[in-house]
């Protein structure tokens, strides 16, 4: 059922991407090598395309591979890299200062875990993190180990 699911998510989005583009079924068949019927199958949801199938659309669309393939809240588009290491290099020093402040000693490795995960769950997080000091805190006591 999850599966069915899936496949349904993952059709319309490609159908959705397809449309945004202006592109008939034979158009996108013709460019990814694949037969109308096919792609009908991908868009009803009758059939999961292969990941590397997936890959191909997320790059020629400039989607994001998760929101493609139906992940729950991953962001259609990416955020440029420099919009993600700016946030990073922001956030990085609040949530090592919420640790010190629990107690919790973060590895440079578990800090970048807790801060990469805040990014991409919140991505609005830098302009309310003083209303979601909650959110920084979970992050931070599941990713830190306590002396």
Known sequence: ???????????????ELREER???????????SFSVSRLSQYEWGDFTPPFDLLMHFA???????????GVPNAPKYLPPAQEVIE???TLSPIVEARAFAFG???TQ???????????????????TYEDNLDVIDSAVIVSGDRP
Not at 22 to 32: A, D, H, I, N, V
Not at 60 to 69: D, T, Y
């Open 59 to 69: 790059e020629f669309f400039k989607v994001n591979h998760a929101w493609i393939m």
């Open 87 to 89: 946030k990073f290099e």
């Open 22 to 32: 202006k592109l008939t079924q034979p158009q996108m068949g013709e460019l990814f």
């Open 109 to 127: 490795e578990t800090r970048r875990k807790a801060v990469g995960f805040l990014i991409d769950n919140f991505p609005d997080i830098l302009q």
């Open 1 to 15: 059922m999850i599966e069915s699911r899936r496949a349904d998510v993952i059709g319309r989005r490609i159908k």
């Open 104 to 106: 919790i000693c973060l």
